[in-house]
């Protein structure tokens, strides 16, 4: 069974700044483009930030400059370094990765999400 454990969130003062990891386990070939997603109360979900397993980086307009994706490929896990937090930040924060697995093949996986709330 394959997982995708979110970590780091939480409340932070507006200028904060917050690292999220996310690391997947299980019976796992290869691991393609990671990401970030999140949602906010009320609001669909959005697109924060994604990584190739190359490197290759993109960004949501509203974090560009602020935030940062990176992953470690040996240890299957992707991060987001978060800083100069907005109060429009909060939102419950979700891991994504398109992986080979040996049960379902090519397929997306998801996270359970972690919250992160930026008091002004």
């Known amino acids: 069974q394959v997982q995708l454990v979110e970590s780091g969130g939480g409340l932070v003062q507006a200028g904060g700044s917050l690292r999220l990891s996310c690391a997947a386990s299980?019976?796992?070939?290869?691991?393609?483009?990671m990401g970030w997603y999140r949602q906010a109360p009320g609001k669909q979900r959005e697109l924060v930030a994604t990584i190739t397993r190359g490197g290759t980086t993109n960004y949501a307009d509203s974090v560009k400059g602020r935030f940062t994706i990176s992953r470690d490929n040996a240890r299957n896990t992707v991060y987001l370094q978060m800083n100069s937090l907005k109060p429009e930040d909060t939102a419950v924060y979700y891991c994504?990765?398109?992986?080979?697995?040996?049960?379902?093949?090519?397929?997306?996986?998801w996270g359970q999400g972690t919250q992160v709330t930026v008091s002004s």
């Open positions: 299980g019976s796992i070939f290869v691991i393609n483009d």
């Open positions: 994504a990765a398109e992986m080979v697995t040996i049960k379902s093949g090519l397929s997306d996986h």
